[in-house]
Nanobody
Framework: QLQLVESGGGLVQPGGSLRLSCATS????????IAWFRQAPGKDREGVSC????????NYAGSVKGRFTISRDNVKNTVYLQMNNLKPEDTAVYYC????????????????WGKGTLVTVSA
């Protein structure tokens, strides 16, 4: 059964850090690019960061560039999102998604989705 399961969310103070994990099963992660999205209350879902199947190519939204780092371990079938210097505007449900593509990464045409993990940044 194909699954993407996010974990690592929680409540953190502004300026703090969290590391999200996206554990995958039921498919060969090495064949898929992975993207992280987030959806804040009352807002549309937005792409945050993505990483190619090999890990050699990454992309970040302007609002998180320099603060977030995406990485992957194809042996452990897990993708990570390290989030530093968190701000209240980072509060959202974070989703990981998979896209079967040989090169690069994108926020369009995702094949599979997780159910999300809530990140709350508040004093």
């Amino acid at each position: 059964q194909l699954q993407l399961v996010e974990s690592g969310g929680g409540l953190v103070q502004p300026g703090g850090s969290l590391r999200l994990s996206c554990a995958t099963s039921g498919f060969t992660l090495a064949n898929y690019a992975i993207a992280w999205f987030r959806q804040a209350p009352g807002k549309d879902r937005e792409g945050v960061s993505c990483i190619s199947s090999s890990g050699r190519s990454t992309n970040y939204a302007g609002s998180v560039k320099g603060r977030f780092t995406i990485s992957r371990d194809n042996v452990k079938n897990t993708v990570y999102l390290q989030m530093n210097n968190l701000k209240p505007e980072d509060t959202a449900v974070y989703y990981c998604s998979a896209d079967r593509r040989p090169v690069g990464c994108s926020y369009i045409g995702m094949d599979y989705w997780g159910k999300g993990t809530l990140v709350t940044v508040s004093a």
